[in-house]
């Protein structure tokens, strides 16, 4: 299995994931990538309206997958 990271851009903050998880392939990187902007939106949502978030993923070799997914 693969190690993604899964960093947070939250307006100009950057989170970066330096633990990652891993996931047998790129579908299920992009799975637990919707699932993780879904739940920080839930819980960021009422307190920051209006705000832009994102999820980006990475690879274990530092490769950006946001074109793969």
């Given at each position: 299995?693969?190690?993604?990271?899964?960093?947070?851009?939250?307006g100009?903050?950057?989170?970066?994931?330096?633990?990652?998880?891993?996931?047998?392939?790129?579908?299920?990187?992009?799975?637990?990538?919707?699932?993780?902007?879904?739940?920080?939106?839930?819980?960021?949502?009422?307190?920051?309206?209006?705000?832009?978030?994102?999820?980006?993923?990475?690879?274990?070799c530092?490769?950006?997958?946001?074109?793969?997914?």
């Amino acid at each position: 299995m693969k190690r993604y990271y899964f960093d947070i851009r939250d307006g100009s903050q950057f989170i970066r994931d330096d633990e990652g998880v891993e996931l047998p392939d790129i579908e299920s990187a992009r799975q637990e990538a919707t699932a993780a902007l879904s739940e920080i939106t839930r819980e960021w949502a009422s307190s920051r309206p209006q705000h832009r978030m994102a999820v980006e993923v990475r690879d274990d070799c530092g490769t950006n997958l946001g074109d793969k997914l």
